[in-house]
């Protein structure tokens, strides 16, 4: 028998990989994520299970080779956390492509809705039996334009809700795809059409910081920006100054450049010393949410069934469709 161990375990994570237990592999959930102080863990096993705020360094990889572990199954799409050239030709990665798209678009527009109606604010009003509506007006999404930077399947899935709200679609992404519902544009016509912009593409050297004060002089006033995707997509120092001129007039951020050693835990009887997530979070027009994006049933339940079809190609000798490799 195998044995898989399974970094940074949630309840949550535990009961959908039950779901799909294979009598060949065993699976050990620890509540630690996976970095050169807890690697040790995985010295008597065959492959580890990993998430988007693990640190899987060159020393992570140096150390995971030494043990004999032959393969890292990423629970996730993303993998800009694992240093693929020293992985490549010791330890196999493998990924989640894809799982539930609809859960992350369906968070989006979830996010636009609360920001724009200030559907926070007034439950919070109501339950303080303050029935006033001054301050929480919004705008008609009808005929507005959002522009989707990366229009992978998520990104395409989240310009089909839009559409259901007849807004204007604008696209980019270097590689574009006849699947999507809108316009593709150039990056400075989107920045300077849209009303709203969600960014739905994976964190590469290329496109960090791709939201920064350069891109955001280029924008509307008043532009909402929503980032479901990699926090390091935003530069938030240039957002916060954005939230405070003006220029930006809404965030929904359900990542955030810093958030490995906060977001997923139970911080609430701490003192926060990450100031700039403080300020974010103390603005009435910002809306944070804890990388929850994904957080549905089925999107668990994806995870966990593709994740577990990927360990057994590899014990398997199979094809690994969904392997990835250094460029």
């Known amino acids: 028998m195998k044995t898989v161990a399974f970094f940074d375990a949630k309840p949550y994570d535990v009961a959908s990989f039950k779901k799909f237990a294979d009598e060949d592999i065993n699976v050990r959930f620890f509540e630690n994520k996976l970095n050169s102080d807890t690697v040790s863990i995985a010295a008597c096993c065959d492959g580890v299970c990993a998430f988007v705020n693990d640190t899987i360094d060159k020393g992570v990889i140096d150390a995971l080779s030494n043990y004999g572990v032959g393969v890292i199954a990423m629970r996730c799409a993303g993998y800009n956390n694992v240093d693929l050239k020293s992985a490549q030709g010791r330890v196999k990665v493998l990924r989640v492509p894809a799982y539930s798209p609809y859960a992350i678009a369906e968070h989006t527009m979830g996010m636009i809705l609360t920001l724009n109606r200030k559907l926070h604010k007034a439950y ?45 679609v604008l696209g980019y992404d270097p590689y574009e795809n006849d699947e999507f519902c809108g316009e593709y544009v150039t990056l400075g016509e989107l920045l300077i059409k849209s009303d709203i912009i969600s960014l739905h593409c994976p964190l590469t050297k290329d496109n960090k910081h791709i939201i920064c004060g350069e891109t955001l002089s280029k924008m509307k006033n008043g532009v909402y920006i929503i980032n479901t995707s990699r926090g390091q997509l935003v530069d938030t120092s240039a957002l916060i100054d954005g939230i405070k001129s003006g220029k930006v007039g809404a965030a929904g951020l359900d990542v955030y450049e810093e958030e490995a050693s906060l977001f997923f835990e139970d911080k609430s009887e701490e003192v926060i010393r990450d100031d700039k997530l403080s300020t974010l979070i103390s603005m009435p027009n910002v809306i944070v949410t804890s990388h929850q994006a994904f957080l549905t049933r089925e999107a668990l339940d994806g995870i966990a069934k593709t994740t577990m079809e990927n360990f057994k190609a590899y014990f398997n000798g199979e094809e690994l469709k969904n392997e990835v490799v250094a460029n």
């Open 124 to 168: 919070i009003r109501t339950r303080d039996h303050n029935f006033s509506l001054e301050g929480l007006t919004g705008f008609d999404l009808n005929g507005k334009t959002v522009g989707i930077i990366g229009t992978g399947k998520i990104g395409r899935c989240f310009a089909d809700v839009c559409k259901g709200f007849n807004m204007n």
